[in-house]
Each structure stands twice: as structure tokens, then as C-alpha cells.
Nanobody, 124 residues
Framework: QVQLVESGGGSVQPGESLRLSCAHS????????LAWFRQAPGKEREGVAA????????FYGDAAKGRFTISQDNARNTVYLQMYRLKPEDTAMYYC?????????????????WGQGTQVTVSS
């Protein structure tokens, strides 16, 4: 059974940083992908960042470029999203996804497994 558990969300002020973690278990993968998505109220789920498990090559959505960094620790079965210089428009529920079976790596439709999400709120 695959489980994804996100943590690290919270309420911060603009300009501050947060690091999200996604602990995963049960994945029996060769080369697949782990990704972060976010969804704000009334908006579609948006691809933030993704990484191939065996290649360590990251992909970033437009909102994340230059401010967010995705990384993974295979020994700990954890993928991280380090977020810098947070803005109010980054406010959303952030979800971890795993096991890409098709489609673009930053589109949600191709992922088999999802976590429950962790809320990030950026407000002064």
C-alpha cells in the first residue's frame, strides 16, 4: 500500500521561507516521478515542481522557478520542497504526488498516488 504524508505547511509572512516534506512508503519503482502540486480555492491544481526518482533532474512550474527547490532523500524516502521569498499568491493546499504513469510530469492527471495535502498560507 502506497502512502504519501506531507508536512511542513503553515502560516508565514511574505518574504519568508518554508520547507515542505513528503514521506512516502510502499512505492515499488524503477524510474518514476515525485511531484508537488498546489491548489488554491476556486483554482485548478497546479504543478509546482517534480523530480525523477533515479535521475535527480528537477522540473519547475513557472511560479516556482527561481524561488523553490525540489530535492529527494532516497535513504529517507522523502521528497522536499524548499520555498523561498514566499508571496501571498503562493497560498494554497500543497499536495505530494507519486508514480507517474503517463502525461507531462507537471500535470496532475498522470499520477497514481496523492497525499492529503498541507496548507501554506502567506499573509501579512
Amino acid at each position: 500500500q502506497v502512502q504519501l504524508v506531507e508536512s511542513g505547511g503553515g502560516s508565514v509572512q511574505p518574504g519568508e521561507s518554508l520547507r515542505l516534506s513528503c514521506a512516502h512508503s510502499g512505492l515499488t519503482y524503477g524510474d518514476t516521478a515525485l511531484a508537488w502540486f498546489r491548489q488554491a480555492p476556486g483554482k485548478e491544481r497546479e504543478g509546482v515542481a517534480a523530480i525523477r526518482t533515479h535521475r535527480d533532474s528537477p522540473f519547475y512550474g513557472d511560479a516556482a522557478k527561481g524561488r523553490f527547490t525540489i530535492s529527494q532523500d532516497n535513504a529517507r524516502n522523502t521528497v522536499y520542497l524548499q520555498m523561498y521569498r514566499l508571496k501571498p499568491e503562493d497560498t494554497a493546499m500543497y499536495y505530494c504526488a507519486a508514480d507517474l504513469r503517463g502525461g507531462h510530469i507537471l500535470r496532475p492527471g498522470g499520477y497514481n498516488y496523492w497525499g492529503q495535502g498541507t496548507q501554506v498560507t502567506v499573509s501579512s
